[in-house]
C-alpha cells in the first residue's frame, strides 16, 4: 500500500509544523494545509488527501462544518484532534461523519496508526475520548434539536455480531479474526451496518446505538 496522504487543519502554525514532522518522518506525505475550515474544504477539494486532520476550534469556519461538508462531498476521510473541554464540538463532529478522534496529546507512533487506519476505511478512537463523547450522546449533550435519531433498524445476526465489534473499537482485522470470516467480508458487513443505520462513519453508529438505547422505553 502507497503512504497515505494527509492535509493539516489547525489555526495554529507551529502545532501544524510539528505534526508534519511526527507524520513525514514515518513515512507519511503531508500534502497541504490550512489554518481555517474554509481552506480546509477547499484545499480537500483540490488536493483529494486520504485523510484531513482537523482541529476543531478555528477562527471563522470551524472543524465540525469543515468535516460535515468533506465528509458530505466524498472529499476525504476526517481524522479529529481535539482537546478534553471539546465534548459539544466532538458530538457534533461525530454527527458530521468525522471516522476517528485523537487528543492533540498523542504520541507519534499512535497519530501513525491511526492516519494508517482511517486511510485503510478503518476508525481511529482514543478510548478516552470515545467514553467522553458517547457519554454525551447519551446526555443529550450537543445533539442538534433539528436532527432526529433514526429507529435502529433490523441486523442480520453477523451484522450485529459486526456492530458490537464496532462498539468494542474493533478494527476490520480484528473482527475478521473474531468473527472467523475474511477482511474483504468484514467491511462489506460494516459498510451495511453503516447503511442501515444512515451512519457516516463507525463513531456516529457507535452514538446512534448509545442514543436509540437512551430512547427506548
Known amino acids: 500500500m502507497s503512504a497515505p496522504t494527509v492535509l493539516l487543519a489547525d489555526d495554529h502554525g507551529a502545532i ?61 476521510d476526517v481524522l479529529v484532534l481535539t482537546s478534553f473541554d471539546e465534548d459539544e464540538l466532538v458530538f457534533g463532529a461525530i454527527r458530521a461523519g468525522a471516522a476517528g478522534f485523537l487528543l492533540k496529546t498523542v504520541d507519534a507512533s499512535s497519530l501513525v496508526a491511526a492516519v494508517r487506519a482511517v486511510a485503510a476505511g478503518e476508525g481511529a478512537l482514543d478510548p478516552r475520548v470515545t467514553r467522553r463523547a458517547l457519554a454525551a450522546a447519551a446526555q443529550g449533550v450537543g445533539s442538534p434539536p433539528d436532527i432526529a435519531t433514526p429507529a435502529l433498524p433490523e441486523l442480520t445476526s453477523r451484522e450485529q455480531e459486526v456492530l458490537d465489534g464496532i462498539l468494542q473499537g474493533w478494527s476490520n482485522a480484528q473482527l475478521a479474526q473474531r468473527l472467523g470470516i475474511s477482511v474483504p467480508t468484514v467491511k462489506t458487513h460494516v459498510s451495511s451496518v453503516l447503511a442501515k443505520l444512515g451512519a457516516r462513519s463507525r463513531s456516529h453508529a457507535a452514538a446512534l446505538v448509545r442514543d436509540g438505547d437512551r430512547r427506548r422505553p
Open 16 to 76: 501544524r509544523a510539528g505534526l508534519r514532522i511526527m507524520l513525514e518522518s514515518h513515512g507519511i506525505r503531508v500534502v497541504g494545509e490550512a489554518a481555517d475550515g474554509d481552506v480546509a474544504v477547499r484545499n480537500a477539494a483540490a488536493l483529494r488527501p486520504d485523510v484531513v486532520l482537523m482541529d476543531l476550534r478555528m477562527p471563522g469556519r470551524d472543524g465540525v462544518s469543515a468535516t460535515r461538508e468533506i465528509v458530505e462531498q466524498g472529499l476525504s
